[in-house]
């Protein structure tokens, strides 16, 4: 498969690049810096030479004459590095670090603080619609995910069963991230039901059986680990009785699929609504990321159910995004955004749905997901073209 261009921004500085595995960080950062000098940290004798000395790699690099650019792959695996970096770039002698990580866990713990602010902050995501371009299929978006490991694999179905696998054995079982991996992996399971849906870790310790304060926990490994976020509700000028639970969403609809149960009761049709809903998500986090705005990922949600989706606020605007996997408009369906405009008379509204034709009902715009995804780019406004 041909490499494909990301949006991903290049800062001029040093800067680390986070994001779950198999989201082409490395694959981009060689494309991105061929020339320089490469270690990978989870190449065994690497990992075990960086963590008895860590000083061996300004050694090597003072001593060893080329580019000045340095990639450090999966850099959490020798948090102790970080203090070599510091100070090599505190001598400002013209090296520049690209420091890959798929979890910031370690670095948390270890009091890194990503290098206190010397280093620039990028996150890699899944594919974007728009960067596939003609090649994104929006049935296989929704049943495989946009995960670049799995979008490029002849057996997509075998690697994502093998992805959780995967961050089980090498992520949280050998960093020693829980004391019983049966629970976590019963853990992961129960959770995968929470997905686009308002989060009740209550709910969740009872149906895998593990305390409450356990599953808090667990739940903060997902994020550290960059497998699963929580949204917010958006109280800015609240007039209503919110909702006090956040949403839960896996990073990729793909993984959510892998790691859903399903049986005789399971409805396809709410399972397609749960993965097109984070699909959508996935999309909006990722194009905040890779653009120029500062912009906040929120949903609305009342004490008495009247809930909107998505709301993206930042300096151009504020938008209301609602989600339906079905294939027409009604009248209901556009219930909370009408809701939120009574509110928020400033806010744009978008409804996002399985049809065929745009419409506008009632001021408010309907748009099939994927001319809105295909049409989605870092660099436009969110409802640009629309």
């Not at 696998?165 to 129960?190: T, W």
Request: proline residues 5%; positive net charge; aromatic residues 10%.
């Amino acid at each position: 498969m041909e490499v494909i261009r990301r949006f991903l921004r290049t800062p001029e500085e040093s800067f680390f690049l986070f994001g779950p595995r198999g989201t082409g960080k490395s694959t981009w950062a060689q494309k991105a810096f061929p020339a320089a000098r490469r270690i990978d940290l989870l190449a065994p004798e690497l990992h075990r030479r960086y963590s008895a000395r860590p000083e061996l790699l300004r050694e090597q690099l003072e001593g060893q004459p080329g580019s000045r650019i340095v990639l450090i792959d999966e850099v959490q695996k020798v948090p102790a590095l970080l203090s070599v970096v510091h100070a090599l770039i505190e001598e400002k002698k013209g090296w520049r670090f690209i420091l890959t990580g798929s979890s910031a866990r370690k670095l948390k713990r270890t009091g890194a603080d990503l290098l206190a602010g010397r280093a620039a902050l990028r996150t890699m995501h899944p594919f974007m619609a728009a960067e596939l371009g003609a090649g994104f299929r929006m049935d296989l978006a929704l049943m495989r995910g946009l995960l670049p490991v799995v979008w490029a694999s002849s057996r997509p179905q075998e690697v994502l069963s093998a992805y959780a696998a995967l961050y089980l054995r090498e992520e949280v079982q050998m960093e020693g991230l829980v004391r019983n991996i049966g629970d976590f992996s019963r853990f992961m399971e129960a959770i995968s039901f929470s997905h686009a849906s308002l989060l009740s870790v209550s709910n969740v310790a009872r149906d895998c059986q593990v305390e409450r304060k356990v599953v808090e926990g667990y739940v903060g490994i997902l994020e550290d680990l960059l497998l699963a976020f929580r949204l917010p509700i958006f109280a800015k000028r609240a007039k209503r009785d919110l909702s006090a639970h956040p949403k839960f969403y896996w990073f990729d609809a793909g993984v959510f699929r892998s790691l859903r149960p399903k049986g005789p009761l399971d409805q396809p049709h709410e399972l397609d609504g749960h993965a097109l809903e984070g699909l959508i998500a996935q999309h909006l986090r990722a194009w905040i990321a890779y653009g120029r705005d500062e912009l906040t990922l929120s949903f609305w949600r009342t004490r008495s159910g009247v809930e909107v989706d998505f709301i993206l606020y930042g300096p151009r605007g504020i938008w209301a995004l609602e989600v339906k996997n079905s294939s027409r408009v009604r009248d209901e369906d556009l219930r909370g955004l009408r809701a939120f405009q009574e509110d928020y008379p400033e806010a744009k509204t978008l409804f996002l749905y399985r049809g065929r034709e745009r419409l506008k009902k009632g001021g408010i715009l309907c748009v099939p997901c994927e001319e809105f995804l295909q049409q989605l780019h870092p660099e436009k406004v969110l409802d640009a073209g629309l």
